[in-house]
């Protein structure tokens, strides 16, 4: 007995595969982010700062982990990235910001293209329009 599928069946398979390999490398990633963000942000020129004090600490654990925040400091803006496991706050002011945005860019770029489900699921996509 032979099993024939037809091309709508076989191109949403397809699609289905490759979003499933999209996400699992995706979740795979997220547990290097912390670690990968740090390197741009230090690669980027933003100082690693340590909260010696309880205060310090304090304020380190109320900014939105693992988000770049914006920060005023004498009318003057900065950008914050807190990292509370080490003790640890990364700062750059609006050229670092924008050298760490760029070289975001550059290794999403980079890791698209070793990705073939993501070049797989992006070409597919225009057999579905």
């Not at 037809?6 to 490398?25: E, H, K, R, W």
């Not at 914006?70 to 003057?76: L, P, R, S």
């Not at 706050?89 to 293209?113: C, F, P």
Request: a positive charge.
């Amino acid at each position: 007995m032979k099993i024939t599928h037809s091309p709508v069946a076989n191109t949403l398979s397809l699609l289905a595969c490759s979003v499933l390999a999209a996400a699992m490398i995706a979740l795979g990633a997220g547990c290097a982010s912390t670690k990968q963000t740090e390197d741009l942000l230090s690669a980027a020129g933003f100082k690693a700062r340590h909260a010696a004090t309880a205060e310090q600490q304090a304020q380190l654990k109320s900014l939105p982990a693992r988000k770049v925040s914006t920060v005023e400091k004498g009318g003057k803006k900065y950008y914050v990235y807190p990292d509370a496991a080490k003790n640890i706050i990364y700062v750059g002011d609006s050229a670092q910001y924008a050298e760490y945005q760029k070289l975001r860019k550059e290794q999403q770029w980079a890791e698209e293209q070793a990705n073939p489900a993501v070049q797989l699921q992006e070409a597919t996509v225009w057999w579905l329009d």
